[in-house]
């Protein structure tokens, strides 16, 4: 099994603003995955999180608005970049194979 | 189109009664299908995978590729089920390849068990 830390838990932030969500894992892992689930709606994914290489993005999604970093096998982070009422969601991070482990999530608020 | 469906928001039933949360599929080849369970005030969780054909808390999942489905089952609920489920398909993103971490998931069915 993996256990992810996963800050912030939650934040309010201002329309136009950034934030960084930062996911730790307590093993090395080769592929990190970003969820979202906006209110009322099931999980998205995001894009995958290669250690060594460019994130790989789903449709919907660009490098410019959701920037990932992976320094290394257990750290990852999202920005969510020049934020808008709409982003307002559940960001998860995962890691895994064929089972996946999820972090506990971060509730963004943006106002 | 690949797509997962669970037609069901909302499902209540008492105790010890028989459960089925539906999930249906839209794909042209075979999926891995996982069921993810979220209780209250805890995380995602994996709950089943169809090809490990195990039982997890009395609840079973078969596949059904005729009807493209996947349905979860419990002869007898308990309070303690109630939670949200999710449907979570991985469709192949190559041939003959699987991408195991990148989940569709279902717009996820809430089961409430009554006492």
């Known amino acids: 099994s993996a256990v992810i830390s996963q800050k912030p838990s939650r934040d309010i932030c201002q329309r136009g603003t950034s934030l960084t969500i930062q996911c730790q894992v307590d093993?090395?892992?080769?592929?990190m995955f970003w969820y979202r689930q906006q209110p009322g709606q099931s999980l998205t994914l995001i894009a995958t999180a290669n250690q060594g290489s460019e994130a790989t993005y789903e449709s919907g999604f660009v490098i410019d608005k959701f920037p990932i970093s992976r320094p290394n096998l257990t750290f990852s982070t999202l920005t969510v970049s020049n934020m808008s009422p709409e982003d307002s969601s559940i960001y998860l991070c995962?890691?895994?194979?064929?089972?996946?482990?999820f972090g506990s999530g971060t509730q963004l608020s943006v106002l | 189109a690949q797509r997962v469906t669970q037609p069901e928001k909302l499902l209540s039933v008492f105790k010890g009664a028989p459960v089925e949360l539906k999930c249906n599929y839209s794909?042209?080849?075979?999926?891995?299908l996982f069921w993810y369970v979220q209780y209250s005030r805890q995380r995602l969780q994996l709950l089943l995978r169809?090809?490990s054909r195990e039982s997890i808390k009395g609840f079973t999942a078969d596949l059904n590729k005729g009807e493209t489905s996947f349905h979860l089952k419990k002869p007898f609920a308990q309070e303690e089920d109630s939670a949200m489920y999710y449907c979570?398909?991985?469709?192949?993103?190559?041939?003959?390849?699987?991408?195991?971490?990148?989940?569709?998931f279902g717009q996820g069915t809430i089961l409430t068990v009554h006492p």
């Open positions: 093993s090395q892992v080769t592929m």
């Open positions: 794909y042209s080849g075979s999926p891995e």
């Open positions: 979570a398909p991985t469709f192949n993103s190559n041939a003959g390849g699987t991408s195991y971490g990148k989940l569709t």
């Open positions: 169809h090809i």
């Open positions: 995962s890691v895994g194979s064929e089972k996946l482990f």
